[in-house]
């Protein structure tokens, strides 16, 4: 499935900070818990073109391209469990979701 490429995926920097919610207590303001949701496993920033591979966990598709490019077996990076396939879903009601939730953040 293509898709178009995403910044910030794929081994590079990302601006945005890592997982752990900065508020007191662990508790996330809404805004952090969508930035969570959102965020891709492998590359600690907000997904801009999330598919779905079949180990069930969403990645960034370039970050999870290239995984999938360097082993020769398909081991899931979220469980180090061999992968079916190395077929990947563009989820496009999370893409939309994502783009409308960055665009309140501007």
């Known amino acids: 499935i293509e898709g178009k490429a995403a910044s ?3 081994g590079g920097a990302c601006s945005e900070s890592g ?4 508020e007191s207590g662990g508790a996330c303001s809404e805004s ?3 930035r969570l949701a959102f965020t891709c496993p492998l590359t ?7 598919v779905a591979a079949s180990d069930g966990y969403l990645y960034e598709r370039s970050a999870i391209q290239e995984v999938l490019r360097s082993s020769g077996i398909i081991l899931s990076p979220a469980t180090g469990e061999v992968m079916p396939d190395d077929k990947l879903v563009t989820i496009i009601p999370l893409q939309a979701a994502i783009q409308e939730w960055l665009s309140t953040k501007s």
């Open 8 to 10: 910030g995926a794929g």
């Open 19 to 22: 997982g752990a919610c900065s």
């Open 32 to 34: 952090e818990s969508f």
């Open 44 to 50: 600690k920033c907000v997904m801009m073109d999330p």
